[in-house]
Every structure is written in C-alpha cells, then in structure tokens.
C-alpha cells in the first residue's frame, strides 16, 4: 500500500494538476480530495467488491458440489416414480407369480417374466435369479483372481514391476464392455460350449467370465490400497518370529487388511450386478428359473435394456421395467454403502 | 522337514500370485491381440472415413466415429465445469464437515450406480421430464421431449461426474498446504489463492481426470441406449448456421456411436456372421480410441510423478 502511495504521489507532479491550490502546503491533492483518501477509498471498494466476489464463486462451487446430491436425490425419486405406478398397473402379487394353465389344464404357479401380450406375465423372481446367477459366480471368480493379484501388487511385486503391472491392470477395466460382451458372444461361448458340452451356447457362466473381466481390476486396486495401508512393524514383527515371507502375508497382513479386501469384493459384486452390455449380450437372455449356471438366463440389466427401447411410455410394462430398475438400484445402493461404512471404518482404526 | 514344508509352502503361493496376476495381465494382452488381428485388415480410409451401405453390411464407420466425437466433446463441455467446481468445493471450501462427509458419500454413490440404471434416469429425468416440460413451455411440438444427443450427453456427463470429482479432488489435495499458506500469507483471498496457485499446480491432474472420463464415456453404451443412439442415420448430427455456412454440431438429433454401433451389429444385424469383420474392426476403432486415452493417462501420470520429485 506504502509503496502505490508513493508510486502514484511521484506520477501526479502536484503543480501540474489544475486549480491545485495547496500544493504548496505539502498535502498532494488531486482535485479537490486528498490523494491518500481516495487511495483509501479504492481500496475499500476493491475489498468489498472483492468480498461480493469471494462470496458468489463461493456459492457457484457450492452449487457445483451439491450438483452430486441433488442429482442421487433425483435419480432415487424418478426411479421409484415410475416405479411406484407398477403397482397400481400390476397386481403386487404378479410380481412374484401367477397362476397359469399347464399341459394338463391345470392350474399351477409360475414364476414369469413375459411381459408382452394380453396379459402380460412380470414375475420378476427369474430376473433376480439371472442377475445372482451371473454375479456370484463372477465375484467368486474374481475375488479368486482379483485378491491374488492385489496380493502380488502389495507385497511381493518389486517396485519397478509394480509400476508396470498395475498400470496394466487399470487398463484392462479401461477396455469399453461393450468390446469385453462383443468377444464373449464371439470367442468365449465357444470354448466354454466345447469344452463344458453345454445345451446353450450362451450362458450364465459365459457372462460370468466376461463379467468378472471388469471387476477383477476393481478388487485387484482396492485390495492393493488396503493391505498397503498396513503399517510395516506388523510385517517387520512377524518376520522377526520367524516368519516365512506367505506365512507374513496370509496370517498377519491379509487379516489386518481384511476390512478393505472385504469392501472391495462387495464393492465388486455391485459393480458385477449393475453390469449390463456383457450380459445382455452373453447370457443368452431367456428368463428361467433356475440354479445351473450353465443355462441361458435374463438379469435385470438386461432386461431393462433389451426392452426398455421398445415400450410404449406410460404402459404397464415400462413402469415394471422402472420397478426392476428401482429394485437394482436399490440393491447397488445398499451395496455401495456397506463397503463405503467398512472403508470409512478401515480408515478410522489405521489412523489410531 | 516342517522347514521344508513351510518354504514349499511359501514359494508355491508366492508363484501362485504371480501367476494370477500374469494370467489377468495376458488376458488383456489376448483381448487385445484378438480384436488386433480380427479388425486391423478392414481399416482403411474408406472404412474410417465412408457412411455404411447396403443396410450396413459394407461401407464405412464414419457416421459412428464422429456420432463418438460429438458426444463425448458435449458431455465434457457439461461434466467438467461441475465436476471441478465440486471437487474445488470440497477439497479447498469445506472439509471434514457434515456437508463435505454427505457430498462424498454421494458421490460414492453415484460412482456405483450401474450404468443402465443412469439411462433409465435419462429416460425418466431428461427426455420426459425436462424435455417435454421445456417443449411445452417453448411451444415446441416436439424438439427436447425425444432421445436426441443433448440428452444422452447430459446422462453420460452424470456417469463420468464421479471420475472427474474424485481425479480433481486428488490433484487439488496433492498441491502442498505450505503453497496455499505462503499465498494467503501475502494477503491474497481463498479464490485468489485457488486460481493462482492450486489450480495451475494442479493442472496436469486435472487434465488426467477429463482424459479418463472422456475414455469412459466414449466407451460406455447402456446409457445412451434409449436416450438419441440411432441404429442407422444416414446424415450427419449436423446443422449449418444460416448465412455463414459454419457447420456445427446438432445436440437436438439423433446420432450413430461407435459402441452401441458394436452392440446392434453383433447382436440384431441383418447378417451377423458375414458382418464379422466389420463388427471387429469398429471394436478395433473404439478399443484403440479408449486404449490411446488410458496409454496417455498413465504416461501423463509416470511423467509427472518424476517432474514432481
């Protein structure tokens, strides 16, 4: 401030500005007003229209930051809006079975999803078998797979192939699953047909390997961070009991990192039921009930998006095809917030 | 002999992780190699350059890749201001607090949200909601209450939201606090100190996290499924200023991506099996699209490192 004072005092020669009368009283004027008043009074407008400033990019990042929730907010209620009308269309009890004539003329309860026709069928107990039918087996395939490699990138990798290895493995969860789908259908079912002798060529276990394909670098990455985190006098203790190297990992830094090994399975098995290219376009898509894992199957995903496309609005097709999507949600929802609380648990105890 | 035991034991599970860990790395190798070899003798200019003919069983992609680029340039202009506002917000404005602890659990969230589940939201939200209310107060007949590309590019900027927020977020936390407390030191306010010394340290991070989400979102096809993916356009998203002859792109039409382009082809073509080729190289366009953006990712961030030290 001193320094523009003087800087300024210097420019404006005070004999030169006009109708200056005390100039040579020693006091710079300009005009009328003393220089350091109005220098004072600059300054104050800049701070206050500095402090509007402050204030308003304040509010804008806050509209930013708050875009997050509003928008959760938003996908929950026009979620279950839609969905909500499905049991006004469709009687509650439909949406576990119906009674249907068999062969015989006989009335049985069936669990049906048909969705098109006079009367439609929207029993959606196959649609939530398909989904675990491909999701358990996917998250056992990849916690397998996915922990192993978390386990190698944490403790046994050297630095230099760690920095290799898992760039890698990231970019194996950067490949589009589309693509990851287009070479199941195309490869994948394939193999497994000749070598498991299945009667459907697409099926659940098919779209569980393509499935786990996206979330083995899930687990793999969480894994990694969590045993990362475990603090290096465990490791140095146990070795000094004498310890073998997979003795150290498997009984002192596995367990004390189990609650982030755990997260990321369940983070991973939200992730292999929200999974919808890969299994519409590998599991064959017919909605039966069944536990082998080698038939064709209809998840949710699936299901939303093969015939989402093609209903009227408003019918009572399209609002069961929001309540399924609301189920879904609902279930990712849940999931994603028990491994969000074991993580944010994880994190309290390591920081003691 | 129990000695022995326990060194076998130790040498055997060790190899066992490394040869996960090699069998993921060679199946991504394979997918690769794979899709390498099955798409790299239909890429020509013709191909990346030409409209698809004969009801798609010959011709190019180009509708496909520009139909890719034009959304992917929209969703970034609508997700990037927000998410690094966001991210701003909450690594420099409010910390630890309530609102800072709901607004990341949010966001969490919204990273787990699958993805068909945010084109339902499209679908409910976007199109009939916003949309149609929009028609109806403009007077429109029917111009915003449909799938066009606004709407399938405002769904894709909410799906790479996450991305965007929690990269920013790790750029902006990785600037050294003392930077910050040198500047405010000097008398200079909270956005002064943002955007003259966070941000521009920052910068490469940032840039990091829109590389990833545009890679996200270029490859993501769920979403835009019923929210302006045209199975077949014979024009382009195009419209041409009156006058000026300047074309732009069109966010009120319907438009031909390459991933859903993958998706319909191999799976309700006419003829899937004599479209083979085509299908592969449309995969090899995309994968190599994706695959340059991540590749760029990481040696970005290998570069960066070791300036930082």
């Not at chain 1, 393509?210 to 985190?229: H, K, N």
């Not at chain 2, 909270?190 to 545009?214: C, D, E, F, M």
Request: proline share 4%; with cysteine.
């Amino acid at each position: 401030m001193n320094m523009n004072y003087n800087l300024q005092s210097s420019n404006l020669k005070a004999s030169n500005i006009p109708g200056n009368a005390s100039a040579k009283e020693g006091v710079k004027r300009f005009g009328d007003k003393r220089i350091s008043d109005i220098l004072v009074e600059s300054r104050k407008t800049n701070v206050r229209r500095q402090r509007i400033q402050e204030f308003i990019i304040e509010k804008l990042l806050f509209v930013g930051g708050l875009a997050a929730i509003v928008f959760i907010a938003l996908i929950f209620i026009f979620l279950f809006k839609e969905g909500i009308k499905a049991f006004f269309l469709i009687k509650p009890l439909e949406f576990i079975g119906t009674h249907i004539l068999d062969f015989d003329d006989n009335r049985v309860f069936a669990c049906m999803w048909q969705p098109v026709g006079e009367s439609g069928k929207y029993s959606i107990i196959p649609l939530i078998i398909g989904s675990f039918l491909v999701a358990l087996p996917a998250t056992l395939i990849s916690t397998i797979l996915g922990v192993g490699c978390g386990i190698y990138l944490a403790e046994i990798a050297t630095a230099k192939i760690r920095e290799g290895v898992k760039p890698a493995i990231e970019l194996l969860a950067g490949i589009p699953t589309v693509v990851i789908g287009f070479l199941c259908l195309t490869i994948l079912a394939t193999y497994v047909q000749n070598s498991f002798h299945t009667t459907f060529r697409l099926n659940a276990f098919v779209g569980a390997i393509g499935v786990s394909m996206v979330i083995i670098p899930v687990i793999a990455s969480i894994t990694d961070d969590a045993l990362r985190a475990v603090p290096g006098e465990l490791r140095e203790a146990s070795y000094g009991l004498g310890a073998t190297k997979w003795e150290t990992i498997w009984k002192v830094v596995v367990p004390a990192g189990i609650s982030g090994v755990t997260a990321s399975i369940i983070l991973g098995m939200g992730r292999a039921l929200g999974e919808t290219m890969i299994v519409v376009m590998a599991t064959g898509n017919a909605a039966l009930v069944t536990g082998n894992v080698f038939s064709s199957v209809r998840t949710m995903t699936a299901t939303i998006a093969a015939e989402l496309g093609a209903v009227p609005q408003g019918g009572s097709q399209y609002c069961a095809l929001f309540l399924v999507g609301s189920i879904l949600f609902f279930i990712t929802f849940v999931l994603n917030l028990v491994a969000e609380m074991i993580i944010s648990r994880m994190r309290k105890k390591l920081r003691l | 002999m129990i000695i022995k035991k326990r060194k076998i034991f130790n040498a055997f599970f060790q190899g066992l992780c490394f040869g996960m860990a090699f069998f993921v790395i060679s199946v991504l190798i394979a997918i690769l190699v794979r899709v390498f070899f099955g798409g790299a003798g239909v890429i020509t200019p013709g191909f990346l350059l030409k409209k698809p003919i004969e009801g798609m069983t010959a011709g190019g992609i180009f509708p496909a890749i520009f139909g890719t680029i034009c959304i992917t340039v929209l969703m970034i202009i609508m997700a990037i201001p927000a998410g690094i506002a966001a991210a701003i917000y909450l690594t420099e404005y409010t910390g630890k607090e309530f609102l800072g602890r709901v607004i990341r659990a949010s966001i969490n969230n919204l990273a787990g949200v699958p993805s068909i589940v945010f084109g339902l939201f499209g679908v409910g939200f976007f199109i009939l909601f916003v949309g149609r209310g929009v028609d109806r107060i403009m007077g429109f007949s029917l111009a915003f209450g449909q799938p066009v590309m606004l709407w399938a590019a405002a769904t894709l900027a909410l799906l790479v939201l996450p991305v965007i927020i929690v990269t920013t977020e790790e750029a902006l936390n990785s600037v050294p606090v003392s930077l910050r407390e040198a500047a405010f030191a000097l008398g200079a306010t909270k956005w002064q100190v943002v955007r003259n010394v966070v941000l521009p340290q920052a910068r490469s991070g940032i840039l990091t996290g829109a590389i990833l989400s545009i890679s996200r979102g270029a490859g993501e096809t769920a979403p835009i499924l019923f929210t302006g993916c045209a199975y077949f356009l014979p024009r382009l998203p195009v419209f041409t200023i009156p006058y000026v002859h300047i074309p732009v792109i069109n966010p009120l039409d319907q438009f031909m991506c390459l991933s859903y382009h993958i998706f319909i082809m191999a799976t309700q073509s006419t003829n899937i099996e004599a479209t083979r080729p085509i299908q592969y190289g449309t995969t090899l366009v995309l994968i190599g699209l994706t695959f340059l953006l991540n590749l760029s990712v990481i040696i970005f961030r290998i570069y960066f490192r070791k300036r930082q030290r």
